[in-house]
């Protein structure tokens, strides 16, 4: 799959995610563990981020040097149609950017839900299927992102033409 600036933007939020909850381990003096092993976590994730805001830039500036912009046709088969496409009002692209780190924020917590041992395998069912709403939405936050810089760059352009 060709990447877009949604599924870009959506690898950072989730490394950004790992971040903070690495960091929070250190800070809890997590058990699972070591220290050492954390930092060197951390250490990946901070050169996978700089790379991630690195294809961003890349892909922006190829996206307004070229005529079209590549995307991939979506395939959406397994959810019902009435969770489809449903991600609320957006006002702009910032505010999907925001609702897809929002998503994002979410699912991780219904994963760690998903994850308790504590608990019948009912109520992980039940999670499960939220997980299944919450990673549509995602998705639909990642198209709508793309959708909408899409307008901007075509914006963009015809404002360069009339000058």
């Known amino acids: 799959m060709a990447e877009t600036l949604g599924s870009l ?15 929070e381990m250190i800070r809890q003096k ?8 954390l930092l060197k976590k951390l250490k990946i994730l901070t050169r996978q981020k700089r790379t991630l805001d690195t294809e961003i830039e890349e892909f922006i500036s190829l996206a307004l040097n070229k005529k079209t912009l590549e995307k991939d046709e979506k395939l959406k088969l397994y959810n019902k149609v009435s969770v ?9 692209l910032a505010h999907a950017i925001e609702k897809l780190g929002q998503k994002n924020i979410e699912l991780w917590h219904l994963e760690d839900e998903a994850r308790r041992e504590d608990v019948d395998l ?13 990673n549509q939405q995602r998705n639909d936050c990642i198209d709508l992102i793309d959708e909408m810089f899409e307008k901007c760059v075509v914006k963009m352009k015809e404002k360069q033409r009339k000058k």
């Open 30 to 37: 997590n058990k699972k563990f070591s220290r050492s092993d």
């Open 122 to 134: 009912s109520f992980i069912g039940s999670i499960k299927r939220k997980i299944d709403v919450a």
């Open 9 to 23: 933007i959506d690898k950072l939020t989730i490394k950004s995610l790992r971040e903070f909850h690495i960091h």
């Open 84 to 92: 489809m496409d449903n991600v609320g009002k957006v006002r702009n």
